[in-house]
């Protein structure tokens, strides 16, 4: 029987299975090791929010369970993890034990930073204020809600698509079965390039709001079409969260001229996105998603209109039903 402390915790010290490295010390209350158990990645309790959480649950960053152990009172756990991603340290680096103390009580850091929690967090839980129909200096919970019960639709019916072979009668269907990452990133890249050309003014059909709203779309399409194919849950990636805190940034800078960051950004998603890390990919998908949130502010378009716009084509087609 393991022993919680008064709190119902327990501390479980976190090792590299590979290299026996320390990544980490968290704690654990019953809950959080019982997730552990049954899901063989690990859980922990923060103290902080008084919840539990699935490690990588954000970043991507998950440590697959390899061994458990308990020390001789019972009150302390080991737990030898494959750690996915490369980074175990909220602040990107390998390990949480990345500084050695030095004599005169300085710090000396030891290791390179693997990557940028700006990008990989990027004020993810930053409090929204509650927006009104069109974009305004706030975007907020009320567009949270509608915004995710969209997108979860249109990456279920991606999701089906990619497990039922549809091909003769969806050509979604056909690019899902070829799991052919290349195109698909090659197919982004270009959609990226005229959702911004359509904020620069180089781009343009009906005018910039409908075009964002196409462009944007399209931009999803794509993203969805290429989590589908490397076999990403949902909730990998949370795509409306990253599209939310796009647009209130996009809100923020909306009088700066931020069309060379954009362009930026879209290399920095298509580089990681070609990477062979599923933590780095994550990474990009929060990336282009936050780009389309971005352009719809740009354009004074609701977030939400690109994504009724995809549910309004497959309603057409028969994959939704009305």
Avoid at 27 to 54: K, L
Avoid at 146 to 161: S, W
Avoid at 192 to 208: D, F, I, K, N, P
Avoid at 211 to 216: K, M, P, Q, S
Wanted: glycine fraction near 6%.
């Amino acid at each position: 029987m393991l022993k919680f402390d008064r709190s119902e915790l327990i501390p479980a010290v976190i090792q590299d299975d590979a290299t026996g490295d320390v990544l980490m010390v968290a704690f654990m209350n019953e809950e959080a090791y019982q997730r552990t158990r049954e899901t063989g990645y690990t859980h922990f309790f923060s103290r902080s929010r008084q919840a539990i959480w699935h490690k990588g649950e954000q970043s991507g960053n998950e440590q697959e369970v390899r061994a458990m152990f308990v020390n001789c009172e019972e009150n302390s756990l080991l737990i030898r993890v494959i750690q996915h991603g490369g980074a175990a340290c909220h602040t990107g680096y390998r390990s949480c034990y990345y500084r050695r103390l030095l004599p005169d009580d300085t710090y000396e850091t030891i290791a390179e930073r693997i990557f940028d929690p700006e990008v990989v967090y990027n004020h993810a839980g930053a409090q929204f204020i509650a927006p009104s129909t069109t974009p305004n200096e706030h975007a907020g919970t009320d567009l949270i809600a509608p915004l995710e019960t969209n997108m979860r639709q249109l990456y279920t019916v991606y999701l089906y698509l990619h497990d039922h072979d549809l091909s003769e009668v969806s050509n979604t269907s056909r690019l899902l079965l070829e799991h052919n990452e290349g195109y698909l990133i090659a197919r982004l890249a270009d959609e990226l390039q005229e959702l911004t050309e359509v904020q620069s003014g180089e781009h343009a059909h009906s005018g910039q709001q409908p075009d964002t709203i196409l462009e944007g779309s399209q931009v999803a399409y794509w993203l969805m079409l290429l989590a589908a194919t490397c076999n990403l849950r949902y909730d990998d990636f949370m795509p409306h969260l990253s599209m939310i805190q796009g647009y209130t940034e996009g809100i923020a800078t909306k009088h700066i001229s931020t069309i060379e960051k954009a362009i930026e950004q879209q290399q920095n998603c298509l580089n990681l996105l070609a990477a062979n890390d599923r933590a780095l990919m994550i990474q990009g998908f929060h990336i282009g998603f936050t780009l389309i949130g971005w352009a719809c502010a740009q354009a004074n378009v609701n977030p939400l209109a690109p994504t009724e716009y995809d549910i309004e084509q497959m309603r057409r087609k028969g994959l939704i039903r009305p």
